[in-house]
């Protein structure tokens, strides 16, 4: 099966760096997601990560080690509308073939506060 | 281009009842999917589609059918609701394998259901 594990609530300042982990255990790992929720609304693309390293979007960057099985997701200048919960998403096709699914790991709250 | 179009957005209903909640993109995209979101568990997978006329099953599929007559729908039945199945349901959909496809989803709005 499966496991994927992040922080269930963060708290940030206005202005400052947070950094969001996500760590995974699958077999047929194919890429790493990231997406944001804000409440009461469907889930939006973030990031997507398939080799080691930080890719950089914006004041958002996503990091991931394959060896690690680790993820972050680090927003940088926070604002208030930063406030949602971002979902950790780890592709993979367990039994080798060529289909396979998202799984999303329970997600983190973070709060923005002024 | 609407994209993905969920309905009912929200839904009330008693035990034992029969609900649909339909699902609509104008993609056409070759996969569909379902999940619910529940606090505390995250947004799980009921079932999915790979095309029209093929199903398969998720990790939480029993009490729900699915069926895709055409690539554009994909509606999902709960045939005799239970209050367990109170949740927030989304449809997502992603493109056809290939080398532009990174396997994103494109989620619908949600659609909120109550079973009393």
């Known amino acids: 099966g499966q496991n994927i594990d992040q922080p269930t609530e963060m708290t940030a300042t206005e202005g400052a760096i947070v950094q969001i982990n996500c760590t995974y255990q699958?077999?047929?790992?194919?890429?790493l997601f990231w997406y944001q929720q804000h409440a009461g609304e469907a889930p939006t693309f973030l990031s997507y990560?398939?080799?080691?390293g930080l890719e950089e979007k914006g004041r958002f960057s996503s990091f991931l080690s394959r060896s690690k099985g680790y993820s972050y997701l680090l927003l940088k200048e926070l604002q208030m509308k930063d406030s949602a919960s971002y979902l950790c998403?780890?592709?993979?096709?367990?039994?080798?073939?060529?289909?396979?699914?998202?799984?999303f790991g329970k997600g983190t709250k973070l709060s923005v506060i002024p | 281009d609407a994209g993905i179009t969920q309905s009912p957005r929200y839904k009330i209903t008693e035990t034992g009842r029969q609900v649909t909640l339909m699902c609509h993109q104008t993609?056409?995209?070759?996969?569909m999917f379902w999940y619910r979101q529940d606090l505390g568990h995250g947004l799980r997978l009921i079932y999915y589609?790979?095309?029209?006329?093929?199903?398969d099953k998720g990790e939480v599929p029993d009490g729900y059918v699915v069926s895709r007559s055409k690539t554009e729908n994909f509606p999902l039945t709960l045939e005799s609701a239970t209050r367990s199945q109170t949740s927030v349901y989304f449809c997502?959909?992603?493109?056809?394998?290939?080398?532009?496809?990174?396997?994103?989803?494109?989620f619908g709005e949600g659609s909120r259901l109550t079973v009393l």
């Open positions: 990560n398939v080799l080691d």
């Open positions: 589609s790979a095309a029209a006329d093929i199903t």
């Open positions: 993609w056409s995209h070759s996969y």
């Open positions: 997502a959909s992603r493109r056809t394998s290939g080398s532009s496809d990174t396997g994103e989803l494109f």
């Open positions: 998403a780890v592709k993979a096709a367990p039994s080798g073939a060529g289909s396979y699914q998202l799984t």
């Open positions: 699958t077999s047929g790992f194919n890429g």
